[in-house]
């Protein structure tokens, strides 16, 4: 067999999943995770596991580490074939728990999609890291930490010794998931399965990880079974795709044939829902995406109106760090940072950028969910700043927003029609039987069934959940809706299932939305204007097309090529990604910001001028 770059392959599969059957036990009695799954994983090789929330992906991995057992599932049928380093092949599904316990960690390594949650946080780094090394090699104190030294640096991880000093609580989000990585390679582990380890990152952490990955793959031969949802990402990393649906795998195939001919309807369907950067150039307005399987009429792109609705102006949010005997503020974190823009009726403006930019701060500065400490916000001419408590809340009415996790913001205890419909009894906006109409109307636009009104939220999916979400942010007819990060954590056919949603209502009821994002193709395709920001500040501002198409801004160049394309031949390399270090937002009290100075490119396109470290 060749490899997609036609170089023969005649190793032995390091992994062979074969039949595979897992069943989990619920009250209803047996709930079926995969079904009759094959697959198998060579040497040097990287197999991606794609497929939706639910799909059996991470049920197949984690029944190769035997971890399913723990989680409720038992494997009732199928072999697990594993080609061990220095013995004979053993079947995993049938091995004792002591051997299973050598093996994990040090012949297959796992990198867990939330790395908050695979960190001790009572540990160090350095004892994290070296925990496997002296359990697995036996190796002493000083040797697996000179190890672990290396391996941090292998990652990339800045200041390396202080960082092995530091709590998993001290690292950012992109640092903890190098730790991780760290730790699934200590031991130059045989296979490596990454279950969605790039999910919860921003696109230039991502890209960095993704290289990253790659290289050690080929420089130590390790197998890689990577499950992800994000076809991009698989475009980047995959020599052979495994497409799962339903606990069945539906089709397998070289990274080439999954994406230029695909074969399973299913596969077609997954791979026309990606958004793609690129596919907006040329059009003024945004537009709903064709999805396959629906009834398409033409596609009308969304105007809006030239009449504003919010105004932002000088808007600067900080948090205090305090410290010392009497708890005095001692620096300032600068969080949003001098910020103006507008946004016209029915239009969208997206706010992007890196985790810790500021740009959630910016949208829950606007509902004055944090205190501004100056700047004015006014919507429909109503200076929000100024108003009181009670002011406040009634203005509420016309602002609205759509959280990241509609897990965290549903009540867990409340059936969703009476969730949908709290906002109307809070403001008594309608009465008795209306608001019933209204719910069910509102379950209808998201295009919810009306039998899910008397459900909880913990028995719908993600994407199901911030359908409901929608629906009680529109309860009270508002005429701004801040969507923040509203669609990162969905699938990709959910998430364009909810973003033609989104623009739908848009343009049917004049919505103005401040869309919160790190995902730039998502932001092209939905966006009228987008401010790029870093460091609290926006670096560039303009419309769409201006943004995308022309940008100026060196941070947003760097940006726009950290986005992976899902096209296998257009692979990103390592060399082409230099990102500078993010500076510290943390300043002396005494700091005096300077203010944001921009110069025009073009009519509405604007670039800052003042140094923002970039």
Known sequence: MLDHENSPIISAPIAEIQGLRVEFQTKDGPVLGVSDVSFDI???????????????????????????????????????????????????????????????????????????????????????????????????????SAKALNLM???????????????????????????????????????????????????????????????????????????????????????????????????????????????????????????????????????????????????????????VLLEVENLTTRFSVKGGFFRRTVANVHAVEDLSFTINKGQTLSLVGESGCGKSTAGRSILRLVEPQKGVIRVGGKDIMALDSNGLRNSRVDMQMIFQDPFASLNPQMQLSDQVAEPMHNFAT?????????????????????????????????????????????????????????????????????????????????????????????????????????????VEMGPRSAVFENPQHPYTRALMKAVPIADPRQRKDEIDLNFKPIPSPIHPVSYVAEPSVYREVALGHKVLITDSGY
Request: negative net charge; proline residues 5%.
């Open 153 to 307: 640096r292998e990652v990339r991880i800045p200041e390396p010794e202080r960082r092995m000093k530091q709590y998993p609580h001290e690292l950012s989000g992109g640092m903890r998931q190098r730790v991780v990585i760290a730790m699934a390679l200590a031991c130059e582990p045989r296979l490596l399965i990454a279950d969605e380890p790039t999910t919860a990152l921003d696109v230039t952490i991502q890209a960095e990880i993704l290289a990253l990955m790659d290289r050690l793959k080929r420089d130590t031969g390790t197998a890689v079974m990577f499950i992800t949802h994000d076809m991009a990402v698989v475009a980047q990393m995959a020599d052979r795709v495994v497409v799962m649906f339903r606990g069945e795998k539906v089709e397998e195939g070289t990274v080439e044939e999954i994406f230029e001919n695909p074969k399973h309807p299913y596969t077609k369907l997954l791979l026309a829902a990606v958004p793609k950067l690129g596919e907006m150039t040329g059009k003024k307005y945004p537009e709903p995406m064709v999805l396959m399987g629906r009834d398409q009429g033409a596609v009308e792109p969304i105007k809006g109106t030239d009449e």
């Open 430 to 538: 309608l009465k008795g039987k209306a608001i019933q109409d209204r719910v069910e109307m509102l379950f209808d636009r998201v295009e919810l069934p009306r039998s899910f009104m008397r459900r909880y939220p913990h028995e719908l999916s993600g994407g199901q959940r911030q359908r409901v979400a929608i629906a009680r942010a529109l309860a009270l007819n508002p005429k701004l809706i801040i969507a923040d990060e509203s669609v990162s954590a969905l699938d990709v056919s959910v998430q364009a299932q909810v973003l033609n949603l989104m623009m739908e209502l848009q343009s049917e009821l004049d919505l103005s939305f401040l869309f919160i994002s790190h995902d730039m193709a998502v932001v092209e395709r939905v966006s009228h204007y987008v401010g790029v920001m870093y460091l609290g500040r926006i």
């Open 42 to 144: 060579k040497s040097g090789e990287t197999v991606c596991v794609v497929g939706e929330s639910g799909s059996g992906k991470s049920v197949s991995s984690l029944s190769l580490m035997r971890l399913v057992e723990f989680g409720g599932g038992k494997i009732t049928a199928g072999r697990l074939l594993f080609n061990q380093k220095d013995a004979n092949e053993i079947d995993l599904a049938q091995t004792e728990p002591n051997l299973m316990r050598s093996i994990r960690g040090n012949e297959i390594g796992m990198i867990f999609q939330e790395p908050m949650t695979a960190l001790n946080p009572v540990f160090n780094v350095e004892r994290q890291l070296t925990e496997g090394l002296r359990l697995h090699k036996g190796l002493s104190k000083a040797d697996a």
